[in-house]
Structures are given as C-alpha cells and as structure tokens.
C-alpha cells in the first residue's frame, strides 16, 4: 500500500510544494512547529532513511540543502534546524524548521494552524528561493 507521502508524489492528495526534481519533493508539513516547517523526501517510495541507496540518501541532502537555503531568505530565523524522526509516516523523509532556540523543534510543542491561502503565500515565498 502507498505511504501518504507516495500518495502526495501522485498527486493523490494536494501538498503546498516548494520545490521538486524527477527524484525528491519538498512541501510544508500541514502540522508546522514553526511557519515554513517543510518535509523533504525522496520519491521512491522507502520506509526507513538508512535503508536508502547511498546516492538516494546523498541526493534528499543535497536536495535538503537546496530548500533549507531557500527557507534561510524567505524565513526570519536564526537557522533552519533539521530532524529525521521516521516514525509517523513509513516513508523516508526530513524536517526542516525555521529555529530561533532549540526548543523551537520540541515536537511536543502545540503545532501552528494556517489557512489554505497562508500556507500557498508562505510555499510561493520559499519556492521563489530555491535555486
């Protein structure tokens, strides 16, 4: 069965992208911990990060890099913190969120609500970046 995020890949179900190549994608996380947080994964659909061929696991970080950058100039913060936690959807992927502390990536923290136009403005600002 697919994943949620091979799901968002298929445009089975709608995502606020920011950037995507033939083999990674990067969109908002629908449950921010800050505005900007952004999950970046790589298409092929595969559980757990560390089970990735070496130039699948390269290429979601170099392809990471990419966007993280892009989120440096759209958002204000000191960094963009970054987070592999893998276990609440079965697809390999990443968080980057915008930090100004280092509890700003306690996931226990309530998760922000943005509205559909919000989300679009805030994934258009970072989109414009990407390089």
Known sequence: ???????????????YKIAEDDNYLAFLDINPLAEGHTLVIPKKEVDYIFDLDQETYKGLFAFAQK?????????????IGITVIGLEV???HVHLIPINTLYDMDFKQPKLKFTDEEF????????????
């Open 120 to 131: 679009q403005a805030i994934a258009e600002r970072i989109g414009k970046y990407v390089e």
């Open 67 to 79: 966007v993280a950058k892009a989120m440096d100039k759209a958002i204000d913060c000191k960094r």
């Open 1 to 15: 069965m697919s994943s949620l995020f091979t799901k968002i890949v298929k445009g089975e179900i709608p995502s």
């Open 90 to 92: 079965a697809h390999a």
